[in-house]
């Protein structure tokens, strides 16, 4: 079956630093992905789509990388920020069906 | 503003007593969805329709029940709530259902069924 796996539940950063979130898919090829952010007693928040033909994709602080043979995509933040505190969620999608990882709860230290 | 509105944001109720979550878009969504979201279990699709008189089943639809008799509303409708579908509820919609599509997410319904 589909499956989508988010590395550790929970990812402790030093404020300023790169926080890099890992996901990891299995048994099928998805055209895109793309990363949401929550807030707790939220919903998710669209932040970034990546297509299967493109290597990466930025966004102010944000970059996002597909590597369709690994089967992995990998969100990062640069100059984190005590803000930038929350879940995020990695949802690889074909073109019948919308999967969502149970995300990485990222936590920001000052 | 573009928002997806559910309401309520809080709901406790018995075993067996009907409710209606209600869901609405302003954005002209064709697309509209219903998530349950469960610690470790992630958000997981309940119902989805693709446009008015439309809808299909999701992942976990057992127990659920909807309609789109317009485009901008999506009610959920659990005819006999069980202790088992205490969740949060999340409705959601994207103008279209392919992949490069957004989904815009209402802030969810925190459902408690005793």
């Known amino acids: 079956s589909q499956k989508i796996e988010q590395n550790s539940e929970a990812l402790n950063i030093q404020e300023g630093k790169t926080a890099t979130l890992t996901c990891n898919y299995t048994?099928?090829?998805?055209?895109?992905l793309q990363w949401y952010r929550q807030d707790p007693g939220r919903g998710p928040v669209f932040l970034l789509l990546?297509?299967?033909?493109?290597k990466e994709k930025r966004k102010e602080r944000l970059k996002v990388t597909f590597d369709t043979t690994l089967k992995q995509s990998l969100f990062h933040i640069t100059a984190s920020q005590p803000a930038d505190s929350a879940t995020y969620l990695c949802a690889p999608l074909s073109a019948s069906k919308i999967i969502f990882g149970s995300g990485t709860r990222l936590s920001i230290r000052p | 503003e573009a928002q997806v509105t559910q309401n309520p944001r809080y709901l406790i109720t018995v075993t067996g007593k009907k409710l209606t979550v209600t869901c609405s878009q302003n954005?002209?969504?064709?697309?509209m969805s219903w998530y349950r979201q469960d610690p470790g279990l992630g958000l997981r699709q309940i119902y989805y329709s693709m446009n008015v008189e439309v809808t299909d089943k999701g992942d976990v639809p057992e127990g659920y029940k909807v309609s789109r008799k317009e485009k901008r509303n999506f009610p959920l409708i659990l005819e006999s709530p069980s202790p088992n579908q205490t969740s949060l509820y999340f409705c959601a919609s994207s103008l279209y259902r392919e992949g490069n599509s957004p989904l815009h997410f209402g802030n969810g319904t925190r459902l408690t069924v005793t």
């Open positions: 048994n099928y090829s998805p055209a895109y």
């Open positions: 990546i297509r299967e033909n493109e």
């Open positions: 954005m002209n969504h064709e697309y």
